[in-house]
């Protein structure tokens, strides 16, 4: 029998899609599952006259294996994938390559790839986006891990990889350990921020212009055909036509508490390691969280008064600054995001090219629209760009929204619906083109009630004073030092 090209473990809805994307593409493909029944269903089913290979243990995948033996899992994240690691290393040979598709964190993949190098094997982890339809027509695919490895699997990768108009593949190189894994991360937490930039979007429209469903889904189809192009818009309008069994809306019975797998809690911690301000995307996560705290607020709704929404404006002219808004706070988030990961390779000594990355994400992924074009633009123009916000065309395009996302801010605000994700944007471009912030007086307490020191702005950067605030103190200081 021919040796497949390709071993794939765990025939979830993702793996299996996987399988039969490498299969159109000319790989033949080894399987396994750990509960056997449904290596025999998928043979029998989806798979039946495809090159397509069952197999019911470990032993006989990687036995049916080419050499460098290239094994996938598309398991669950965390222990699943430490257990399958181990148990097929036994079986695998010096320069063999385990590859984890699933979400997994990405300092496991920085521990998994030592450990699994330190064995003499190769390791990728790869993020995976598109969800199911992306996995089998096209993902967008991120990986990284031990470079050696990527000759070997580059073939494959880029055959199955989502691709742009000129046919470049959604799908290169990311960097070391788990660079691959890390810029998933930052994907699914930019995800998190679009998706909530689109719900407020909804929100004001809804509760505020007293929109309908049909009326909205007009507005979505048309941002959808403008600048704001995107997968995510598409659904939305998509979403908002759909009529339930009875005829109404479906949109208007689905309970509104939002789950979350991680990912953009993952982001967000990262952040605040990095030390890097990712306010949309925290808020995003925060928002989910209150949005599941349902008995909490139905009960809150009845014991406190805010105020009743109420709109006597031009509402045509409203929902173009709502557009703006969204675009605007679009550009913050991944701004955010971006110099979430150049903080992230300085601390970790990945080289990560930042406009490749807009190319992987430009399309298959959950997150591809017609913006990623225009930040692969801006880093191939100025690769060492500093923040998104600072490239002439996103510089320009926010200057220009800024009227419209002050107002919208304000209006949400004013009319008691809340806006976290474009007003924290908001509040964070103003920050960032803010030459002097109020940090002055927080350090003065700090100096105040800890001797944590200060420094003054006329004296050079990095001379640290201490004032003996109150008579009583000492001229004893703390040592400085940043988190």
């Known amino acids: 029998m021919a040796k497949a090209d390709i071993g794939l473990i765990g025939l979830a809805v993702m793996g299996e899609n996987l399988v039969m994307n490498m299969e159109s593409k000319g790989f033949t493909v080894a399987v396994f599952n750990r509960t056997t ?32 033996r290239i094994v996938m899992m598309m398991v669950k994240a965390g222990k699943p994938v430490d257990d399958f690691i181990d148990m097929i290393i036994p079986y695998l040979e010096e320069g063999d390559i385990i590859v984890d598709g699933g979400n997994s964190h990405f300092p496991d993949t920085i521990r998994r790839t030592k450990y699994v190098e330190d064995k003499g094997l190769l ?22 891990g031990s470079p050696e490895a990527w000759t070997y699997v580059k073939p494959i990768f880029q055959a199955i990889a989502a691709k742009v108009e000129d046919g470049s593949p959604c799908c290169d190189w990311v960097g070391e350990s788990g660079a691959g894994h890390f810029v998933k991360m930052v994907h699914n937490g930019i995800e ?46 998509d979403i908002l036509s759909f009529k339930d069994e009875d005829g109404e809306p479906l949109i208007d019975k ?30 995003a996560v925060f928002s989910r969280c209150l ?12 014991l406190i008064k805010g105020i009743s929404p109420e709109f006597t404006g031009d509402k045509k002219a409203m929902i173009e600054d709502i557009r703006q808004a969204l675009y605007a ?23 990560l090219n930042y406009g490749g990355i807009a190319l992987m994400w430009r399309g298959g992924c959950i997150i591809r629209s017609t913006f990623l074009g225009k930040i692969k633009e801006a880093f191939d123009k100025n690769p060492d760009l500093t923040n998104l916000i600072l490239d002439p065309f996103f510089k320009e395009k926010i200057e220009n929204a800024q009227k419209s996302w002050r107002k919208v801010v304000a209006t949400a605000l004013s009319n008691g619906i809340p806006v976290p994700a474009f007003s924290s944007a908001l509040c ?17 307490q700090r100096d105040y009630f800890g001797a944590h020191t200060y420094e003054r702005v006329d004296r050079k950067r990095g001379e640290f004073f201490h004032t003996n605030w109150t008579g009583k103190g000492g001229t004893t200081s703390a040592s400085t030092y940043t988190v």
């Open 37 to 68: 029944e449904k290596v025999s269903a998928f043979i029998n089913g989806r798979a039946k006259g495809k090159n397509i290979i069952g197999t019911y243990s470990l032993k006989e995948l990687v036995d049916s294996l080419k050499k460098p």
């Open 123 to 144: 390791y990728i982890g790869t993020g995976v986006s598109g969800g199911e339809e992306g996995a089998l027509l096209g993902p967008s695919l991120m990986p990284g």
């Open 192 to 237: 998190y921020g679009d998706m909530q930039l689109i719900c407020e979007a909804y929100h004001i429209m809804k509760d505020l212009l007293g929109m309908s469903p049909d009326e909205m889904h007009e507005v979505f189809k048309e941002w959808n055909e403008g600048e704001l192009n995107s997968y995510l818009i598409e659904i939305t309008r």
């Open 254 to 283: 689905i309970l509104d508490t939002a789950g979350q797998k991680g990912t953009g809690k993952w982001t967000a911690i990262a952040a605040l390691e990095e030390g890097i301000p990712l306010t949309l995307i925290g808020e």
């Open 291 to 302: 949005s599941a705290m349902k008995e909490e607020r139905v009960e809150a709704s009845k």
């Open 329 to 351: 706070s679009k550009i913050v988030s991944y701004a955010q995001g971006y110099t979430l990961m150049r903080a992230a390779a300085k601390t970790y000594g990945w080289n």
């Open 428 to 444: 964070y471009f103003d920050g960032f083109r803010s030459e002097r912030l109020p940090a002055n007086l927080l350090q003065a």
